[in-house]
């Protein structure tokens, strides 16, 4: 099975300029996750979708970052305008389903392998 | 409240020996508690996770030990091998009123296996 696809890899930008993260989920995964990982931090969810609705933006800076996901399948993300804080990896990954009864087991999430970016 | 503090930052420990990262958290809604393992350039991957009615659990040389009155949990890979260096991520599981499932992840561990 095919994994996550995640691009660019790789971006450099300087700051107040925009940039936009392409995703690309596992097939027929319904569930869709960004993250973002600053070095030296674990990942951080920024948005979650079910489909191709937003189930969880809480820790999305709605000021600067949007995303969206408008037939169910791939993802954007984009940033604008970027801030130098917002250099960082963004991991996109996708799970089958969206949740699970309290104790069951994981609904395994499937990680790309993220694009860097790197705001001067 | 939703933290989970992940020591020790970095680690290096010998071919052969015992690697032990400690993870701590405050939340008792948290529901189940996965480690991931994550090598340079790519995105973290599912090791090996534990229920907080489970006390250990262990799949081949990884082990969790879960102490659920201490609010702690610990990886355990014996017989560490080169191929083990990796960043490992704890994690802990929060499901909302509406069924959905959120993970906390902890700073990471560096972990060098040297020959």
């Known amino acids: 099975e095919a994994g996550v696809a995640q691009s660019p890899r790789y971006k450099i930008i300087e700051k107040r300029q925009s940039v936009a993260f392409w995703c690309n989920p596992i097939s027929g995964h319904a569930t869709l996750y960004w993250y973002q990982q600053i070095l030296g931090q674990g990942p951080k969810l920024l948005i979650q979708f079910q489909n191709n609705g937003v189930v969880d933006d809480s820790q999305l800076p709605k000021d600067r970052f949007s995303a969206e996901r408008l037939k169910g399948v791939d993802s954007t993300l984009k940033i604008q305008p970027a801030k130098l804080e917002d250099s960082a990896v963004y991991l996109c990954?996708?799970?089958?389903?969206?949740?699970?009864?309290?104790?069951?087991?994981?609904?395994?999430?499937?990680f790309g392998a993220g694009s860097r970016l790197t705001v001067l | 409240q939703q933290q989970v503090k992940q020591s020790p930052q970095s680690l290096i420990v010998q071919k052969g020996g015992i690697s032990i990262i400690n993870c701590a958290y405050e939340?008792?809604?948290?529901?189940?508690f996965p480690w991931y393992q994550q090598f340079p350039g790519k995105g973290p991957a599912l090791l090996i996770a534990i229920r907080p009615d489970v006390s250990e659990k262990k799949e081949g040389r990884f082990t969790i030990s879960f102490n659920k009155s201490a609010k702690q949990f610990s990886l355990h890979i014996m017989d560490s091998q080169p191929g083990d260096s990796a960043t490992y991520f704890c994690?802990?599981?929060?499901?909302?009123?509406?069924?959905?499932?959120?993970?906390?992840f902890g700073t990471g561990t560096r972990l060098t296996i040297i020959p």
């Open positions: 990954a996708s799970s089958l389903r969206r949740g699970v009864e309290p104790g069951a087991g994981a609904n395994v999430l499937t």
């Open positions: 994690a802990a599981r929060f499901i909302s009123n509406f069924g959905n499932e959120k993970l906390t």
């Open positions: 939340n008792t809604a948290f529901d189940y």
